[in-house]
């Protein structure tokens, strides 16, 4: 079934510097790690629609799709994502279709 105009946000993460994703320290990697493994918890609890990077040739950044209903709470979602450390998140309210199953 389709949902419509269910509230999100579009969130952006554009790394602390240019070329981050090509040239991570052992510890960047592992807090990537870490990262991912956040945003799977996300995704697999029903609290992202979307989640991933974005391989702009202008440069590499991340972007998800979370289900929230301002910005406080998907801020409130976020805070313990790993590579907000690492990054620097910037949120865009929307409004999305989806698929419900």
Request: glycine share 4%.
């Amino acid at each position: 079934m389709i949902k419509r105009f269910k509230p999100c946000f579009a969130v952006k993460s554009t790394s602390n510097r240019p070329g981050f994703s090509n040239d991570m320290t052992d510890e960047e990697k592992t807090i990537m790690s870490k990262h991912s493994e956040f945003w799977d918890k996300l995704l697999s609890d029903g609290n992202a629609l979307v989640t991933g990077p974005v391989l702009d040739p202008n440069g590499t950044y991340g972007f998800a799709v979370i289900f929230a209903d301002n910005e406080n709470a998907a801020r409130e979602l976020l805070k313990d994502d790993p590579a907000q450390q690492l990054s620097v998140y910037s949120y865009f309210p929307m409004l999305a279709n989806y698929v419900e199953k």
